[in-house]
């Protein structure tokens, strides 16, 4: 399967996660690719005042994992503001990621993650699944493996 994953990721821990899931997927013989959403110069912690530097195209791909940190408790204003901007995902298989710092899901990764989905439904995709990493220790190296390995299985 031809897989994109395209994520946002402010100071990179998101994208070692979808590095890691890159690298899976390609190894159970996938095509996949990992591009990166960005802003235009430097945006503050949090900051909802920014220009997309770059809008991956999602149209060459057969099925789309999205990456994104939680901020505030829910999904990162850059991705929500990228997801809302694309072309249709109708027949696409979507995943959904999100790294957050708490050590719990309900610490803002479950409403993060539903945003996510939301997004994407109203796009038309089929989401099949979803990660949440805690990046907390202990809890990041477990959590990260779980994730890339259940998001794997999907495609
Ligand atoms: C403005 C801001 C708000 C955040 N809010 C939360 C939060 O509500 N819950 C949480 O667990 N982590 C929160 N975090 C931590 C990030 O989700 C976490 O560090 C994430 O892994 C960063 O991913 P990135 O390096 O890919 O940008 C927040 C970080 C920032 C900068």
Redesign the pocket.
């Known amino acids: 399967m031809n897989i994109g994953i395209i994520v946002y990721?402010?100071?990179?821990?998101?994208?070692s996660v979808a590095k890691k899931l890159e690298e899976k997927l390609s190894a159970a013989g996938h095509s996949a690719t990992l591009e990166q959403v960005k802003v235009v110069g430097e945006r503050k912690?949090?900051g909802r005042d920014f220009r997309l530097e770059t809008l991956p195209d999602t149209g060459p791909y057969d099925a789309l994992v999205f990456g994104s940190?939680?901020?505030?408790?829910s999904l990162s204003p850059v991705l929500t503001n990228y997801l809302k901007q694309i072309e249709s995902l109708q027949g696409k298989k979507v995943a959904c990621l999100v790294?957050?710092?708490?050590p719990y899901p309900w610490?803002?990764?479950n409403r993060a993650t539903r945003q996510m989905r939301k997004l994407c439904e109203a796009k038309g995709a089929t989401v099949c699944g979803l990660g949440i990493v805690n990046?907390m220790r202990p809890r990041r190296e477990k959590t990260t493996a779980k994730a890339v390995d259940r998001l794997s299985r999907l495609f």
Do not use: I, K
Not at 69 to 73: I, K, R
């Open positions: 990721s402010q100071t990179g821990n998101t994208l912690r949090g940190a939680v901020e505030a408790f790294t957050q710092l708490f610490m803002g990764g990046w």
